[in-house]
């Protein structure tokens, strides 16, 4: 598996005791953890509580922490766990037949995947060689068209397609045959 350098290094900070790289992490992933509880629990409040024992749990074992998926599958992974040794603890009936968690799940899993891919795209984008990259940006974030790139970077059409064909391919052999139905 993969891990994203920011989560190494936000970790690595952490366990060193750096209280802001730990807001960083806790800013960065509360909200989203609370929304995630609640499809499971629908109390806010219990959610909330839920989210700063999992950021707790992380500080108060920091020297010790360690992770074996990425830092987001993680967290989403406790989240669950506990959502779920909440509803047990509260010893009141939950029937499957009365809550649909499945296309809930099925959404954050799709939602977590597209993130995971953005990602992986993203840097490959970054590896790719600067020239490369600028065609490659200009055509698809600022979505110019091969002849207005040509007319912006001074260079022929034939090389701004050759770039992004490029562009195209080591993006594909980056992302390995993971994501190949997509190409």
Known sequence: MEYNSDDILLLKLIKEGDQIAFKHLFYLYSDSLERFILYYINNREKAQEIVLDIFTYIWENKERFEIRLTLKAYLFQSAKNKAFTYIRDKKQPVYLDDVDLSNKIQEYDTQLELEELSNLIQEAIC???????????????????????????????????????IALKKIRAFLGDSYSYLW
């Open 127 to 165: 590896l790719l060689p600067e020239k490369c990259r600028t065609i490659f940006e200009k055509s698809r974030k600022e979505l110019l068209t091969n002849k207005e790139i040509a007319a912006t970077l001074k260079i022929s059409e034939k090389t701004v397609e050759g770039q992004i064909t």
